[in-house]
């Protein structure tokens, strides 16, 4: 007798009792997805619109928990304040960050992105080795140091001069991994190999080619580096004693401190950090397209 084999059936999904669809596994609604995304940047940006608003505020209206109301609004009049007192200070503050931050973080990025390179390009004995006390520079952190460059700064007679901020932050041990990781990304032995063979030296073929190659990295270090020189406080704090060497950030902690006795400089430590959050907007809003570049170029490749 000859037995017929049944095939196993796909069996349509089983509907629920009371009818209509199957149920979905559970997930996110879309409307949860798009309050979190909603909330995230409120959350990100209410400290900022409360500094906008309450830049726009005299002392009794701080004081009185006014300062999200938009009446009274003078801000024309806090920004005259923050001019004329002690004879323009602020401004003094404000020309020192951008002095430390602006041409700290351009040559703290060269410095790494030529070591980043170094790293890659080169072989040497003790190279990985080298990079492991690199790489453990990046696991102290930088107030454990500022008592030992404060020493050595007392050595070399800098303290409380300009060089004693400014010398430190030319180092940055998480920037060199960083730039070597870029480079080894985007500079190819073969294109280096080809400049060599054109007669170029290492020092015009890490210029003209390597440097070039490795502006997203070149860029991502500056970024870093300066909104790092620019929030700086301990180390200033450590070495300075001059106030007109103060960064703002320094010069504004020193105007709080000042509130409980004088509360008029409410308004100015309040109006100069709002102020002070205007050179980190732009170096990011400015520079974002060389990151954008950076991703066109590796989706290329």
């Given at each position: 007798m000859t037995t017929t084999a049944t095939r196993p059936s796909s069996a349509p999904p089983r509907r629920p009792a009371g009818g209509g669809r199957p149920r979905r596994p559970w997930t996110l609604s879309k409307a949860a997805v798009n309050g979190t995304l909603v909330l995230a940047p409120l959350y990100t940006l209410w400290p900022l619109g409360w500094l906008l608003t309450a830049s726009a505020k005299n002392t009794a209206d701080l004081l009185g928990g006014n300062s999200l109301g938009a009446d009274n609004f003078r801000l024309g009049e806090n920004l005259h304040d923050l001019a004329t007192t002690g004879d323009g200070i602020y401004f003094r503050w404000y020309l020192n960050s951008l002095?430390?931050?602006g041409i700290g973080s351009l040559l703290c990025a060269l410095v790494c992105v030529?070591?980043?390179y170094a790293f890659h390009v080169y072989r040497f004995p003790g190279k990985e080795k080298?990079?492991?006390?690199?790489?453990?520079g990046v696991l102290?952190?930088?107030t454990a140091l500022a008592l030992p460059m404060y020493l050595l700064a007392s050595e070399l007679g800098i303290v409380n001069t300009f060089w004693a901020v400014f010398l430190p932050s030319l180092v940055n041990p998480f920037g060199v991994y960083l730039a070597r990781v870029f480079c080894a990304g985007y500079v190819p032995e073969e294109v280096l190999e080809a400049a060599r063979?054109?007669?170029?030296?290492?020092?015009?073929?890490?210029?003209?080619i390597g440097l070039r190659m490795v502006v997203p990295g070149f860029v991502t270090i500056l970024l870093f580096q300066f909104t790092a020189i620019?929030?700086?406080?301990?180390?200033p704090l450590v070495m300075l004693s001059d106030s007109r060497l103060f960064p703002v950030s320094l010069g504004l902690f020193s105007w709080n401190a000042q509130t409980k006795a004088f509360p008029e400089y409410y308004p100015l430590v309040i109006t100069g950090s709002l102020l002070a959050v205007v050179p980190l907007v732009l170096a990011f809003v400015l520079l974002q397209r060389h990151w954008k570049a950076g991703l066109t170029?590796?989706?290329v490749k």
């Open positions: 002095l430390y931050a030529a070591a980043g080298l990079f492991g006390l690199v790489l453990l102290v952190p930088t063979m054109d007669g170029a030296g290492e020092l015009r073929t890490f210029w003209s620019w929030n700086n406080f301990f180390l170029a590796g989706s």
